[in-house]
């Protein structure tokens, strides 16, 4: 028995599972990447190179054509005044991605499998809904982009929706690749990367930017004489960056390391290689985020629409006529943006960004494919054929997105990208909260559980983040509101669940930092409505993650939790 005061949180006739007794334990049928021994105790590249991989995956998710577009429209609007929030947001996701990277090596389980077995019904049920929001805001962004790409090479031949029907289909194409081995189809994503590095690098050439500003702008925290147009961008660039299912996607990709959780230096060898590689992946999206922000910095920074329409004119270019014929600032997204590069820099600079672009919104689809896997899997315990969840996430996400490309036209998508961001910021509470509480909880991650330190910076962030997306919700919602009774009770409805979830998730996080003796821990009530629910240490929970127990060791432990 252990030295903790185990707490009866069973409320069921029958004892529910906990994370000790191996719940829906799932036939790890997966290829894993084997990490090779090392001769020497000190840093190995070779070690690095085996653990590389997911963190690279996990990046491209900070290069989707949302995020591009953010950065192209804070370009235009503050010229180079926002590169320190590009900066800082990229940190902050950092951060997030080292917790959620930790959970999988540490529990062998990604957060969505944790969700399940420490949530009750209902909130763990609202909590995947707002996941699943989360993923089709995000996807509609990937394929609208990669659509858009599409239209672009193909010069205007092939329409939005069917651009929507060929990504779906190239989409479902390369993830079959991973049967001819996961180290293929990550350096398939590899090469997705070094695509956007060579064509937006290319952009940034041929542009040629202000290095000047360019270095004042990452390390000035103010925008001075900025509009508030600027300021909606900055939160707009933090809610970009920083993707709710991202820290959902990378719990999960970890786990395809073999490593062996029975031995506390594996397990720290792991993290340190994980963040290793995460570090170096975010710094590559980093560096391909500011080339595009200084390109259109340099490029459209306080120009109007006849600015542009004469230089389309005189270039003789055929998409000039995207461009009105007055004074107001033009106002930029990724296909008027690679029109003017089309414009001033030869058609040849176009077609670039149109590659650039594409693989973007390639590899995102793709990415985004393998987070709702592994939110669907996790928070409905789901134990179907990887077909059947490849085909279910597929068309949840690509219903709406083909609905908006069909109806909609390409001039007029500016706003949804706006719409979609501010969706996708409102989930962001689900996905921090969890992934900081059970990384703070000693009874998941032992000897690995976060320092106060990190547990009071990562919650501070949390809140900052969280606070910022909110508002920038809240501003766009009363800009744009509709006064319609229906309406405004169906926004009062979600806001009131939604708050109680909020407040749910952070009453469970202070439940998951305490000791199991506390007072508040024991409460009736906590246990029936709050949980958590695992009351064992750290080191059953490691052997049992390591080697499924047999049935009758998982009865004994059910009935004593």
Request: net charge neutral; with cysteine.
């Amino acid at each position: 028995m252990s030295d903790y005061c185990l707490v009866p949180t069973m409320d069921e006739s029958h004892p529910r599972p906990t994370e000790t007794t191996g719940l829906s334990r799932k036939v790890e049928k997966e290829e894993k990447v084997h990490i090779p021994e090392s001769s020497t105790t000190g840093f190995s590249f070779q070690k690095l190179w085996a653990f590389t991989g997911p963190g690279f995956l996990m990046s491209i998710a900070y290069l989707d054509p949302g995020n591009i577009e953010s950065d192209l429209q804070s370009g235009t609007t503050a010229r180079y005044k926002l590169l320190w929030v590009l900066m800082s947001a990229t940190i902050l996701g950092l951060v997030m991605q080292r917790l959620s990277a930790r959970l999988g090596v540490v529990t062998g389980l990604h957060l969505a499998d944790m969700c399940y077995r420490q949530y009750r019904k209902a909130p763990r049920l609202f909590v995947w809904l707002m996941m699943e929001v989360a993923i089709i805001g995000s996807d509609m962004q990937e394929v609208i982009g990669t659509s858009i790409a599409i239209y672009l090479l193909s010069n205007k031949m092939i329409p939005l929706w069917i651009g929507v029907l060929i990504t779906v289909i190239d989409t479902l194409s390369f993830l079959m690749l991973d049967k001819y081995g996961l180290r293929k189809l990550e350096l398939v994503f590899g090469l997705f990367i070094v695509i956007m590095a060579l064509s937006f690098g290319y952009e940034f050439a041929i542009v040629q930017p202000d290095i000047k500003d360019m270095a004042k702008g990452l390390v000035t925290p103010w925008c001075s004489n900025c509009q508030e147009s600027a300021l909606l961008q900055a939160v707009g660039i933090i809610g970009a960056i920083i993707m709710p299912h991202n820290l959902y996607l990378h719990s999960g990709l970890v786990k395809s390391r073999e490593v062996d959780r029975t031995k506390k230096d594996k397990l720290r060898e792991a993290n340190y290689y994980f963040f290793i590689e995460s570090t170096i992946a975010l710094f590559v999206s980093f560096v391909i985020n500011v080339c595009v922000v200084s390109v259109f910095a340099h490029g459209l920074y306080d120009k109007t629409n006849s600015d542009v329409l004469e230089i389309c004119t005189k270039n003789n270019n055929t998409y000039s006529d995207i461009f009105t014929n007055d004074t107001n600032l033009v106002e930029v997204d990724i296909y008027k943006g690679g029109v003017f590069l089309g414009c001033q820099f030869g058609i040849g600079a176009m077609y670039i960004w149109a590659i650039g672009i594409l693989a973007a919104g390639q590899s995102s689809t793709m990415t985004g494919c393998y987070a709702g896997q592994f939110v669907m899997e996790g928070f409905l315990n789901l134990q179907w054929s990887r077909w059947k969840r490849v085909g279910f996430t597929r068309l949840v996400a690509i219903a709406p997105t083909f609905y908006v490309a069909f109806f909609s036209n390409i001039n007029d998508l500016t706003g949804m990208n706006d719409l979609l961001n501010a969706v996708m910021s409102l989930q962001l509470p689900f996905a921090t909260l969890p992934v900081i509480a059970f990384t703070s909880n000693p009874r998941i991650m032992g000897e690995f559980t976060n320092g106060l330190g990190n547990i009071l910076i990562t919650i501070i962030l949390s809140v900052i983040i969280i606070s910022i997306n909110i508002y920038f919700v809240i501003h766009h919602t009363i800009t744009n509101f509709t006064y319609n009774l229906s309406l405004i009770i169906g926004v009062m409805v979600y806001s009131t669940i939604y708050l109680l979830m909020c407040a749910y998730l952070t009453l469970h996080l202070v439940i998951s930092m305490l000791d199991d003796c506390s007072v508040l821990r024991r409460n009736p009530f906590v246990i029936r409505f709050i949980g958590p629910q695992i009351g064992n240490t750290f080191s059953q929970h490691q052997q049992t993650n390591s080697s499924p127990p047999r049935f009758h060791e998982q009865h004994m432990v059910g009935n004593n939790i």
